[in-house]
C-alpha cells in the first residue's frame, strides 16, 4: 500500500502504519520521535512537514552539511512542490542573498549553525516559521545551536511547532529530559525494533566480535607507559589528592577542577603542591592518551604522537606537564621503544582478512570502517589498497591541521556520491560519518575499535541494515581498554532501552506544554537543614512545599514538576544569568574516546513575564528598550556565548571581518575579548602585545578579560601577570575589564554601546592611524577592500606595487594574486566601481 499525503508524490512510498500513527501525533503536539535507525525517521518528517507547509514555511535543521544535502535531496525527490521552493541554506552564501532567499522560499534545509547566526545578525526572524524540524535532536542540550534556535522561536513565534527525531537520546533520563525542555516537547513517540508495528520492517544486523592480542614489542611500550603513570598517581596520593592506585581518565578530569578551584579560593596563599599537582593530573592524561595509541590504534598513530609532544615541549611558552614527561626516563625509553618498533598493530592484518574475505563473497559489497583516529584511518587506508577489487576513500571532517588536511563540504559530498555509486567500496571514516548518513547498499560495518558513547555505538551500526540485513564487526584488543568500552557501551545502550519505556509511560499524559504557568521556586535551607517557609504552586497544579527565602535559587517550570523531571531540591546555576543545562560531551573526530564531565542536574527553560515590558533570566533583567543598539562583531567571534547573549538582548549584532578588534562599540571604542586562558597563552607567545598594539587605532581601546582563575590557571608567577597587566594599561594605555562569564561581559558590552549611541557616536569599523608609517598606511588602505585580510594586503601591495595600481586593476588583473578568486576580485571592482549611496 502506498502513503497518500497532499504534498508526497503518489506511488513513491510505502505506507506503514506506524509512521502515519506517529505523523498523526506530532501533527498535532510538538513531538519527540525516537526511532531506530533504518525505520524512517525523515518519512515521519516528511509527513509532518506537508500538513503544516500552508500554516507558514518549514525549517528542516541537521547537525552536518551532508546530512543537511541528504535532506535537502530526499525533499526534492518526495515532495510535489516546487523544487524551486525547496533550499539548502549554506554560510557560503552572502548574508543579503540569504535575506532574500529566506522570503521566497517554502521550505529551508540548513545546518544550525547557518541559521543560529542569521538569527543574531538579524537576517531571519523565526516568526513565519510554522514547524522546526531538529534532525539528531539529541543535539539539544548545553551550548549547541539547537537550544538557541528554540528558544528564539518561542520568543519571536506565538505558535511554534517543533519536530525532533533521533534513533538514540541517550542513556541518562536527564540527558533525555533536558532535551525536551529544550524544544518544548509536548508528546513523545518511541518505538524499539520490537515492537509489534515495528518489527515486520526490521532488517536484522549480525553482530560479531574479533579480538587481537598485543605483540609482544607493544606489550613492552604499554608496560613502561603503565610503570610512568603509576609514578604520577602515587605522587598524587602522597597528597591525599586521590586515594586509589589506579584512576580512571573521568576521574582526572574531576581532580584538575577540584585542584583548580582549590587554587582560584585559596589566591595567592595556594600551597605549591598544587601546581605540581596540576601539572602531575596534566602528565597522566597525556599518558594515558598514549597507552591508549599503543593498544587499540598502532605504532604510527602513537609516533605522531609522540612527535606532537616533543614539538609542545620545545614551543615558546610550552607547559610544564610536556617538558617534564618527555625527560621522564621510562617515558623516554618507550618513546625510543616506539621509533625502534617496525611491526603493525595486529588489528590490520586481520581487518585485511575480514575485507578480503568478505569482497571473495560479495564481490559488489560496500563496507564502511569506523576509527576513532585520522592517523588510524591513513594507516588503514594504505593497508587495504593491495586488496583486489577494493577501491578505497578516507571521509573525514573539515577540520585542517599542518600535517593533515580535512574535507571541504563539497568533497565531502563527492566522498559519499562515489561510494553511493559504486565507484568506491570501501569508506574508511571518522565521526563525521556516523550520524544520520542514508548509504541503503552498505552491508557491513566494521568498527576499528569500540566506542564508550551508546549514541555512537548506535550511530554506527545503523549505517548498515537499513534496506537489507547487514552485517557489523566489531575489533578488540584483548586485555585493553577496548573491551571496556565495548562493555560501558552496552551497558549504556540497555540502560537508555529502560530510560525509553520510562519516558513512554511518562508521556502517556503528555507534558503540559509550553503556554502553561511557569512557577519560580527559590529555596534556602536553615544551619540545620530545616526548610524556613513553603510556596506553592497554582492550584491547578500538584502542589509542592519548597522554601521561601532565597540563598541558592532554584527555577522550576510546573511541567518539570509534574513530570518528576526535577523536584524542588534540583539546584540551578545562574552565573550565566540564566538557568544552566548539562552539557553536551561531543567526542571530537581527533581526539581520545568520550569522556563525560560530572553530569550537573537538569532545568527547563524558563521564561518569566515582568511588568513593563521586560524578560527576566536569573539575576538579570533584559531590557525592552535597546532595540536600536547596534554593535560590530568580528566573524570569529560569531559563535560565542557572548554574542548570543547579545542577541537575547534583542541587540542588533552585525557581523564584519575586523582585522582590529572583536567588538566595536562606536569610532571611538573598540573591545578585545579574552578569556582567561587566551589571555594567558597569548601572553607567554607575545602575540598579545602585538595584537593589542592594533587596538591603540581606536580613540578608547578595552581589553576584556573573561572568566575566573587568572592567577591560577597556569603555573604563571604572579608577578609575570602583573607586569602583563601593567604593561597593557600604562604601557599601551589601554583599558582592562575583567568579566567572570560571557552575561557579564555581554552585559558590559551593552552597556558601552547604549552610552555611545546617547553621545550620539556611530560605528565606524576603523578608526584613524594619523601615526602610521607610509606603508602602513598603504596596507591599511588594501585591508579595507572587501574580504581582503593583513597578508592578501601585503600581496597585493607586493603584486601591483602602488594602492593606485590595485584600485586600477582589472578582475583578470586581480586573480593573479595568490588567494584572490573571481569572487573576491568581483566584489574589490564593485566596491571601488559603483556609486556611493546612503
Not at 502506498?2 to 505523523?23: F, G, H, M, T
Not at 515590558?613 to 535597546?626: E, H, M, R, V
Request: charged share 30%.
Amino acid at each position: 500500500m502506498w502513503l497518500r499525503e497532499k504534498y508526497i508524490r503518489p506511488k513513491s512510498l510505502e505506507r506503514r502504519d506506524y509512521q502515519v500513527n506517529i505523523a498523526d501525533t506530532a501533527t498535532e503536539n510538538s513531538s519527540l520521535v525516537v526511532l531506530p535507525t533504518g525505520m524512517g525517521k525523515t518519512v515521519v518528517a516528511l509527513i509532518v512537514l506537508g500538513r503544516k507547509l500552508e500554516e507558514g514555511n518549514i525549517l528542516f535543521l541537521a547537525p552536518t552539511k551532508p546530512l543537511a544535502m541528504q535532506h535537502y535531496e530526499f525533499l526534492v525527490e518526495y515532495m510535489t512542490i516546487d523544487p524551486e521552493n525547496v533550499l539548502l541554506l549554506t554560510g557560503e552564501m552572502s548574508p543579503k542573498k540569504r535575506r532574500l532567499l529566506w522570503t521566497e522560499k517554502q521550505v529551508i534545509v540548513s545546518t544550525p549553525q547557518v541559521v543560529q547566526n542569521d538569527i543574531i545578525s538579524g537576517v531571519k526572524s523565526l516568526d513565519d516559521i510554522s514547524l522546526i524540524i531538529f534532525d539528531e535532536a539529541h543535539r539539544a542540550v548545553g551550548k549547541y545551536s539547537y537550544v538557541f534556535i528554540a528558544e528564539k522561536y518561542a520568543q519571536q513565534r506565538e505558535k511554534c511547532h517543533i519536530l525532533g527525531i533521533t534513533a538514540s537520546p541517550g542513556s541518562e533520563s536527564r540527558r533525555i529530559r533536558e532535551v525536551c525542555g529544550n524544544l518544548s516537547i509536548e508528546r513523545a513517540e518511541l518505538r524499539s525494533k520490537w515492537d509489534a508495528d515495528v518489527r515486520p520492517y526490521v532488517h536484522e544486523i549480525k553482530m560479531s566480535w574479533i579480538k587481537v592480542e598485543l605483540q609482544d614489542n607493544l606489550k613492552k611500550i604499554a608496560s613502561n607507559l603503565e610503570k610512568v603513570l603509576k609514578k604520577k598517581i602515587d605522587s598524587l596520593r602522597s597528597m591525599r589528592l586521590v586515594w586509589k592506585k589506579q584512576i580512571s581518565v573521568t576521574k582526572l578530569l574531576e581532580l584538575q577542577k577540584i585542584i583548580l578551584a582549590r587554587l582560584h579560593a585559596e589566591g595567592k596563599n595556594a600551597p605549591k603542591y598544587l601546581y605540581q599537582a596540576l601539572s602531575l593530573q596534566a602528565q597522566a592524561m597525556k599518558i594515558n592518551h598514549a597507552l591508549e595509541l599503543v593498544t587499540t590504534q598502532g605504532i604510527k598513530v602513537l609516533n605522531s604522537y609522540f612527535d606532537k609532544l616533543k614539538a609542545e615541549a620545545r614551543s615558546k611558552g610550552s607547559s610544564k606537564a610536556s617538558k617534564t614527561l618527555i625527560n621522564e626516563p621510562m617515558f623516554k625509553y618507550a618513546m625510543a621503544l616506539s621509533k625502534m618498533a617496525k611491526a603493525t598493530h595486529p588489528k590490520i592484518p586481520k581487518l585485511k582478512e575480514i575485507i578480503k574475505v568478505q569482497f571473495m563473497a560479495e564481490p559488489d559489497s560496500r563496507i564502511i570502517v569506523f576509527t576513532q583516529y585520522r592517523g588510524s584511518a591513513d594507516t588503514i587506508l594504505e593497508s587495504i589498497r593491495e586488496i583486489p577489487g577494493v577501491r578505497p576513500e578516507k571521509f573525514v571532517g573539515q577540520r585542517s591541521t599542518e600535517t593533515d588536511k580535512g574535507l571541504k563540504q563539497k568533497e565531502q559530498f563527492e566522498v559519499i556520491k562515489r561510494f553511493r555509486a559504486g565507484e568506491t567500496n570501501v569508506l574508511i571514516a571518522t565521526s563525521v560519518a556516523e550520524e544520520g548518513l542514508d548509504i541503503p547498499s552498505t552491508n557491513l560495518v566494521i568498527f576499528y575499535e569500540p566506542v564508550p558513547s551508546e549514541i555512537r555505538s548506535i550511530q554506527r551500526r545503523g549505517r548498515t541494515g537499513r534496506k537489507r540485513a547487514g552485517n557489523v564487526i566489531i575489533m578488540m584488543t584483548k586485555g585493553t581498554r577496548d573491551e571496556a568500552y565495548y562493555w560501558t557501551s552496552r551497558h549504556k545502550e540497555n540502560r537508555m532501552r529502560r530510560e525509553m519505556e520510562i519516558l513512554k509511560s511518562e508521556f502517556r499524559g503528555g507534558f503540559i506544554g509550553p503556554s502553561d504557568t511557569v512557577v519560580a521556586v527559590v529555596e534556602e535551607q536553615g544551619k540545620k537543614g530545616e526548610a524556613k517557609g513553603t510556596v506553592k504552586v497554582p492550584p491547578s497544579r500538584p502542589g509542592i512545599d519548597i522554601p521561601e527565602h532565597p540563598t541558592e535559587k532554584h527555577i522550576h517550570s510546573v511541567q518539570a514538576i509534574k513530570k518528576g523531571i526535577i523536584n524542588d531540591k534540583t539546584p540551578v546555576d545562574t552565573s550565566e544569568g540564566f538557568p544552566s543545562r548539562l552539557s553536551q560531551e561531543k567526542i571530537d573526530e581527533d581526539k581520545g574516546p568520550e569522556e563525560r564531565e560530572p553530569s550537573r542536574n537538569p532545568v527547563e527553560e524558563v521564561n518569566v513575564s515582568r511588568p513593563g515590558g521586560q524578560t527576566s533570566l536569573g539575576d538579570f533583567t533584559y531590557p525592552s528598550d535597546i532595540s536600536k543598539i547596534e554593535i560590530v562583531v568580528d566573524y570569529r567571534e560569531f559563535n560565542s556565548e557572548v554574542v548570543k547573549h547579545l542577541s537575547r538582548m534583542e541587540v542588533i549584532v552585525t557581523p564584519k571581518q575586523l582585522d582590529v578588534a572583536d567588538y566595536v562599540l562606536s569610532d571611538r571604542v573598540a573591545v578585545e575579548r579574552k578569556t582567561v586562558t587566551d589571555f594567558l597563552s597569548s601572553m607567554i607567545d607575545g602575540y598579545l602585545f602585538a595584537q593589542l598594539k592594533k587596538l591603540k587605532t581606536y580613540q578608547n581601546p578595552i581589553l576584556v578579560i573573561e572568566g575566573d582563575g587568572l592567577f591560577a590557571t597556569r603555573n604563571i608567577s604572579d608577578d609575570a601577570i602583573f607586569g602583563a597587566l601593567s604593561a597593557v594599561t600604562l604601557g599601551l594605555g589601554i583599558s582592562i575589564i575583567t568579566c567572570k562569564d560571557s552575561m557579564e561581559t555581554a552585559r558590559f558590552l551593552l552597556a558601552g554601546a547604549k552610552k555611545e549611541r546617547k553621545k550620539g557616536q556611530p560605528i565606524k569599523l576603523r578608526a584613524g592611524k594619523s601615526a602610521m608609517i607610509l606603508s602602513e598606511q598603504q596596507r591599511y588602505i588594501a585591508e579595507g577592500l572587501p574580504n581582503i585580510s593583513a597578508k592578501l594586503a601585503q600581496r597585493l601591495l607586493s603584486h601591483f606595487k602602488t594602492v593606485r595600481a590595485i584600485f586600477t586593476a582589472t578582475e583578470k588583473e586581480l586573480v593573479q594574486v595568490s588567494g584572490v578568486g573571481k569572487t573576491i576580485a568581483k566584489a574589490i571592482r564593485k566596491a571601488i566601481d559603483e556609486e556611493y549611496k546612503l
